[in-house]
Every structure is written in C-alpha cells, then in structure tokens.
C-alpha cells in the first residue's frame, strides 16, 4: 500500500511539473575581451559567506559540497540573470547558462574570469585574490524529501573595490 501511494505521489507530482510551462529565451554566451578583461586582474578582495535554504518544516540545508561559482556581473551573464529574475529561463544551447557554467561547458576563455570554489560541511565559501567589480555569486542546493528532488539555485550579488572583504549569505531571498 505504501509503495502503491509514492507512486502515485511520484506520478502526481510528474505531472504537475509537466502542466507548469517557464518561458525560455536563448542567451549568446559570446565572450568579448572587452566586457571581461577587468575580471581577470588578481585583485586583493576576499569575498566569503555561506549559501543555505530552509525547508517548510524549518530545517536548514547548506551547500555542503556544492560548487560555488563567481561570475562576472557584466555583458551576456547579467543578460542572463536579468532574464531569471523577471521568470524566464536562459538558455545556452540546450542548457541554462547556470548549468552551463556549473558545467564548465562554457567557452574556455571565462575560465580566466569565472572563478571557482566549493562550500564547507557549514556551507561556508571564500574567494580570495577577487579584483574590483560587480560579481554574482551562484549555487545550487539540492536534497531528496519523500523520494522527491528538494532545493534551488541561488543568486546573490556583490560589489568589491578590490581592498578589504565583502559577505555575501545566499539564501530563501535569492532563489533563481
């Protein structure tokens, strides 16, 4: 009976997913030399935080293990972030542009401006040597619940003068 129920829970839930239809709208994820080369200094900044989501019950789930990522917040990255915000899903070819760069499936050259780094069993996360600039910061937390995939991506930005440090706390507000 029991497993008679998750099925149908299971199947319930497949087509409830089906029937929610998110706009898609393709981005170039052109890299102009232009646009990132301030991106590629090593600057002195450190920016550090920790990404975490609450579940309904009131449980917290940190980013334990996950990547972390720090991409520029200029030319085809912020077109597709503002697209996210207003509930469209950008894509790159046949993947959004954040599983795109999760994936390192992005033109080579924005390994030289996207960095990389992976959160803590706390979910705590550093950058160091980040120069001057807009920058987002993107995660994705995940957990099964019931047989059913939990979580979000998350989107926070940040702005460094390249001195000092900045904090930046991915949570519930900035899901994407």
């Known amino acids: 009976m029991r497993q008679a129920l998750r099925q149908l829970s299971l199947t319930s839930a497949a087509f409830l997913a089906a029937c929610v239809t998110v706009p898609t709208q393709q981005v170039d994820l052109a890299y102009s030399e232009e646009v990132f080369?301030?991106?590629?200094?090593?600057?002195?900044?450190?920016?550090?935080?920790?990404?975490?989501?609450?579940?309904?019950?009131?449980?917290?789930?940190?980013?334990?293990?996950?990547?972390?990522?720090?991409?520029?917040?200029?030319?085809?990255?912020?077109?597709?972030?503002?697209?996210?915000?207003k509930g469209v899903r950008p894509l790159a070819g046949k993947k959004?542009?954040?599983?795109?760069?999760?994936?390192?499936?992005?033109?080579?050259?924005?390994?030289?401006?996207?960095?990389?780094?992976?959160?803590?069993?706390?979910?705590?996360?550093q950058f160091a040597g980040v120069p001057a600039g807009d920058w987002y910061v993107y995660t994705r937390l995940q957990w099964i619940s019931a047989d059913a995939p939990q979580g979000g991506d998350l989107l926070a930005e940040v702005r460094t003068t390249g001195q000092g440090r900045q904090k930046v706390v991915p949570s519930d507000n900035n899901r994407v």
């Open 96 to 125: 959004t542009v954040g599983q795109t760069f999760y994936s390192d499936t992005a033109d080579p050259r924005f390994a030289e401006v996207v960095r990389r780094t992976q959160c803590d069993a706390q979910g705590n996360f």
């Open 37 to 85: 080369a301030p991106y590629k200094a090593k600057g002195s900044e450190i920016v550090s935080g920790q990404a975490f989501l609450r579940q309904q019950g009131g449980g917290v789930v940190v980013c334990a293990g996950e990547p972390v990522l720090l991409l520029p917040a200029a030319g085809p990255i912020k077109e597709a972030v503002t697209l996210s915000r």
